[in-house]
């Protein structure tokens, strides 16, 4: 990007956030409407690059206290949230299942687990994609897999299919883990900060997997529609397993285990003080132990994505800003005619407006804004506050109609093998699928745990 594009982009992010601003003092307080336009320029800037990720991420530790909206300290804390170390624990044993090539061994596995015919391939890589995206991050998970969907078919048709399925499955997958995207560990950050309970990994495993499952059931039966039973290029041969990706996937099942044990009996006995946050980073930690050699720091320091940990900081800032400054009970006062409906029409109203408002911008910005927003909502209307946020979270990852809504979306409209009406076209069947699917098990299967 040229010096004069890069200026241009920074004006227009300034003249909206000054338009918004200017909107916003008529119907709020000024710093109500100062929130509001630094929110606006930090999504624009997110959204055209005109500066790098992480600097715009820092920006409201500058930000926030120069308008007054709340002070450097309240800032910063959000930086060093315990969810961002969760994250940071399970991006280095991601870089490890990486590293070793573990992922590679996964997905051979799995996609013969499938019939070789196109149809079949359509569900073996949805199925793939959204494992390795339960644990890999969306955008890796993509980037891993494209290269497969365009070998596996020659044919324009077939491949565009493969994409989408590719694409889809990252982000259906994301939700299966509390880790698996930004929107869950926003959501976790939030229920401690108002000292709600927060979901442990197992039980978040639990609730989420079999509306991930059914959804990626339904993906594959969409984009199986009129597709021949031809036969596919077999999969690769792949060979055993080496030691380091013994040692990774050993790793990983002693992992789950000790999740398994310490989510039911921490309420009671909190034994070594170790929350999910500590597990995780301690799993993470041992991945440099010399006896197991798995991470080095001067070799993979490079692959941590501490862009992504200050954008977590800033969600969290945002957050925080919304509900100190009463902005969130303010929104909330403006949606209190929803407040008469019935909970489910109310799941059905979060649902709908989180899917189709995220194709348009960031999920992790949007529920950064919208979560603090449903929690004043549901404590004003007497309502659980948990499965409202719970919706609009899972909501946030089942943006399927346009490139821009999600990084695997872009990386494969890239490929050139698909057109934006064909992504739209299959996007509004699964937006649609999916908030009836997350209103049938909110209302029917969520409550028993929430």
């Known amino acids: 990007m040229n010096i004069s594009e890069q200026s241009k982009k920074l004006t227009i992010a300034i003249v909206m956030a000054l338009m918004v601003f200017g909107i916003a003092f008529v119907f709020l307080n000024g710093v109500q409407a100062a929130l509001l336009g630094t929110i606006v320029l930090l999504v624009a800037l997110w959204s055209n690059e005109a500066l790098p990720m992480a600097v715009v991420s820092l920006l409201p530790i500058i930000l926030f206290p120069a308008f007054g909206i709340i002070d450097t300290k309240t800032t910063a804390l959000n930086y060093a949230n315990p969810i961002v170390y969760l994250f940071f624990g399970g991006f280095l044993l991601a870089i490890a299942v990486e590293k070793s090539g573990l992922h590679r061994w996964m997905a051979h596995h799995l996609l013969n687990l499938f019939p070789k015919s196109a149809k079949g391939v359509v569900f073996a890589l949805a199925f793939t994609s959204a494992m390795l995206s339960s644990l890999l991050s969306n955008t890796t998970t993509t980037l891993l897999l494209i290269s497969m969907g365009l070998f596996l078919s020659s044919v324009p048709k077939i491949q565009m299919r493969y994409l989408l399925a590719i694409a889809y499955g990252a982000s259906i997958g994301g939700i299966i883990t509390p880790v698996g995207t930004a929107p ?41 529609l009129g597709l021949a039973n031809e036969p596919s290029h077999a999969s690769e041969s792949h060979p055993p397993l080496t030691p380091p990706q013994r040692k990774v996937l050993a790793l990983l099942g002693v992992l789950m285990a000790v999740l398994l044990i310490n989510a039911p009996i921490r309420p009671y006995w909190n034994g070594l003080g170790l929350a999910e946050e500590g597990v995780m980073l301690t799993f993470g930690l041992l991945l440099f132990l010399p006896q197991l050699n798995l991470l080095d720091w001067t070799e993979d320091k490079g692959k941590i994505p501490f862009r992504i940990m200050f954008l977590f900081g800033a969600g969290f800032a945002i957050a ?13 006062q403006s949606l209190g005619m929803l407040g008469t409906l019935a909970p489910w029409m109310i799941i059905l109203a979060i649902a709908a407006l989180i899917t189709f408002t995220t194709e348009i911008t960031s999920n992790t910005a949007l529920i950064s804004v919208m979560l603090p927003v449903i929690y004043s909502f549901s404590i004003q209307n007497q309502f659980d506050p948990i499965l409202f946020m719970m919706v609009a979270t899972i909501s946030s990852s089942y943006a399927f109609m346009l490139p821009i809504a999600t990084p695997p979306n872009a990386i494969v409209m890239s490929s050139g093998v698909i057109k934006i009406k064909e992504m739209a076209q299959y996007g509004i069947v699964l937006n649609i699928i999916g908030i009836i699917l997350i209103v049938v098990f909110a209302n029917f299967y969520w409550k028993n745990f929430i």
């Open 184 to 224: 869950n560990l926003i959501l976790l950050g939030i229920l401690g900060e108002h000292s709600l309970p927060v979901v442990p990994f197992v039980q978040w495993v639990v609730m989420v997997a079999p509306l991930a499952f059914v959804m990626l059931g339904m993906m594959g039966w969409v984009l199986g």
């Open 320 to 332: 925080k800003a919304f509900s100190d400054t009463g902005l969130a009970d303010t929104t909330a």
